[in-house]
């Protein structure tokens, strides 16, 4: 059991596919909020798994593809592998599903290094109106935003997303 963020309690189930003939494994609850610690991290988990819900659609794909795996923000490439394949995250901006319902489209996913997106699905990287990536702690500027020809961000997203900071509890 949950509360969600309208105050209603959520009973959550976690499906598992039971194959013919094998035993089906015990029934455990979830516990969305495990290790969470303080009501922030309490706040980023949720904001987060919401994320993670459509990170290899279409959409992430192509905006990688755009940026050839390059973070948007401090553009590093990682390297993973001895042929040289690249390592980035889809990053949306603003969060998909409930209750943030932001959209799977380009305009609202950025090309991000695993560091820059974790800081951005936190509040601790926000975009200006100009498109400059700021400290969404100090406010202070870090970065301007790396945008491709065919990428066109959409700055309603940036500013859900600061809005969505701006009433952090901690
Ligand atoms: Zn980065």
Not at 47 to 62: F, N, P
Not at 143 to 150: M, N, R, T
């Amino acid at each position: 059991m949950t509360v969600g963020q309208e105050g209603f309690r959520i009973c959550q189930f976690k499906l598992l596919k039971i194959v013919p003939g094998q035993v089906p494994p015990p029934r455990q609850p979830v516990d969305p909020l495990a290790g969470a610690e303080t009501t922030f991290e309490e706040q980023a988990r949720r904001y987060i798994s919401q994320d993670r819900l459509v990170r290899d659609s279409r959409v992430a794909v192509a905006v990688k593809k755009l940026y050839d795996n390059t973070c948007q923000i401090c553009r590093e490439r990682l390297i993973v592998s001895p042929a040289g394949e690249a390592y980035s995250e889809a990053a949306h901006i603003q969060a998909v599903g409930k209750p943030h319902h932001g959209a799977d489209r380009l305009e609202n996913v950025l090309c991000l290094c695993p560091n820059c997106h974790a800081l951005l699905d936190r509040g601790a990287l926000q975009l200006t109106d100009d498109f400059h990536v700021i400290n969404g702690v100090t406010g202070q500027f870090r970065a301007v935003l790396a945008q491709v020809k065919g990428h066109n961000i959409g700055i309603e997203f940036a500013r859900k997303h600061r809005e969505r900071w701006a009433n952090r509890l901690q």
